[in-house]
């Protein structure tokens, strides 16, 4: 089985630019989360989605958003991009129910110039 | 309330030695604790997972241990090896209806010299 895919895996912005970051969860997860990874810290909350619809956010400004699509697939979206917003993007897939944790992306590797 | 500490901040150990890294929590409410390892280049992957009714937790060379009452819990590497080398993150989280959100610790960079 394919894990959770991320592209692109590297991406360079210009500030003020608008970035789009896609996510495919493994089959049969229908939660999505994104986090933000930022370079020597650990991953932190943006938000969480199932069925299309947020089920949770992080302490983040409304220039990011997101959306899932019917086949649970997801993109984060970043307008108005600052230096600060450099960083790994990750997503991560799970089952509804249960301790099982997260299987998280590769990421995608943010650099905003 | 909402965070999760965690030291030291980079840890040396020699090949075969053990490796320790704690966490300490303030959120009573969290009712699972996983461990994840992250290599260079990669995602988090999970590593070893407890909850909050169990004080030990045991998978190869690799135990959380765990005190709810001083809201601490900890990873143990037994016979560290030099492809341990990464950085390790604790977390915690709520098992909501949606699934669970995580809290990460700042994160453990442990070197394994061979």
């Known amino acids: 089985d394919a894990g959770v895919t991320q592209s692109p895996t590297h991406l360079i912005k210009t500030r003020g630019q608008h970035v789009t970051l896609r996510c495919s969860p493994i089959?049969?997860?229908?939660?999505v989360s994104w986090y933000q990874q930022v370079l020597g810290q650990g991953p932190q909350f943006i938000f969480q989605?199932?069925?299309?619809?947020?089920?949770g956010r992080g302490n983040f400004p409304d220039r990011f958003s997101a959306r899932q699509f019917p086949n649970y697939s997801s993109e984060l979206n970043v307008n108005a991009l600052l230096l600060g917003d450099s960083a790994l993007y990750l997503c991560?897939?799970?089952?509804?129910?249960?301790?099982?944790?997260?299987?998280f992306g590769s990421g995608t590797r943010l650099t905003v110039v | 309330q909402q965070q999760v500490k965690q030291s030291p901040q980079s840890l040396i150990v020699q090949k075969g030695g053990i490796s320790i890294i704690n966490c300490a929590y303030e959120n009573t409410a969290f009712d699972y604790f996983p461990w994840y390892q992250q290599f260079p280049g990669k995602g988090p992957a999970l590593l070893i997972a407890?909850?909050?009714?169990?004080s030990e937790k045991k998978e190869g060379r690799f135990t959380i241990s765990f005190n709810k009452s001083a809201k601490q819990f900890s990873l143990h590497i037994m016979d560290s090896q030099p492809g341990d080398s990464a950085t390790y993150f604790c977390?915690?989280?709520?098992?909501?209806?949606?699934?669970?959100?995580?809290?990460f610790g700042p994160g453990t960079r442990l070197s394994v010299l061979p």
């Open positions: 989605y199932y069925e299309k619809e947020e089920r």
């Open positions: 089959s049969g997860h229908k939660s």
């Open positions: 977390a915690a989280s709520l098992q909501g209806y949606y699934g669970q959100n995580f809290v």
């Open positions: 991560a897939s799970s089952p509804i129910q249960g301790f099982y944790g997260y299987t």
């Open positions: 407890i909850r909050p009714d169990v």
